[in-house]
């Protein structure tokens, strides 16, 4: 696995880059598009349940990595900054919610990602900041670096 990540576990903000053998629009594309973000988003493969999207400054986003009769797990946000094949803004939590109508959220925290044409392909450099804690900062830095690992598989296979 390559190290996408380019800041220390723990830092504040997180940086990751990856180089993607794909057009802009290729990679674009794998991160607004629902059913590509269940095939490579999160720690582990098939970590999504599902994915919403709604592709517009203003517009929310939900990515659901557990849902039970009981309990639902995801993460989600608010996009700030859509520049298409260029840039993606937007606002991260951390949402558990009970059938009981309970709702936990972490503070959010803020989320670009830069998308570049390069000789080869496409460079993406992601800044994540503003996370509360270093143990989150670290989890969500492992979540990234995966992340990145798994987007770059997919679109190397095809």
């Not at 592709?55 to 039970?68: A, C, D, N, S, Y």
């Amino acid at each position: 696995m390559v190290n996408f990540l380019q800041s220390a576990l723990g830092d504040d903000p997180l940086v990751v880059m990856g180089r993607f053998d794909a057009p802009v629009e290729r990679v674009f594309r794998a991160w607004t598009d629902p059913d590509e973000i269940t095939k490579w988003f999160g720690r582990n493969p098939n970590y999504l349940v599902s994915a919403s999207i709604d592709l517009r400054p203003g517009g929310k986003w939900r990515f659901v990595m557990e849902q039970t009769e009981t309990q639902m797990t995801a993460f989600e946000g608010e996009y700030l900054d859509i520049q298409p094949n260029s840039k993606l803004a937007f606002t991260w939590s951390h949402v558990t919610e009970t059938a009981a109508g309970e709702r936990q959220q972490s503070p959010a925290s803020q989320v670009s990602v830069e998308f570049e044409t390069t000789d080869t392909g496409t460079r993406v450099l992601l800044r994540h900041e503003q996370v509360a804690s270093a143990d989150a900062r670290t989890g969500i830095g492992h979540g990234w670096d995966r992340s990145f690992d798994r987007l770059s598989g997919i679109l190397s296979a095809e």
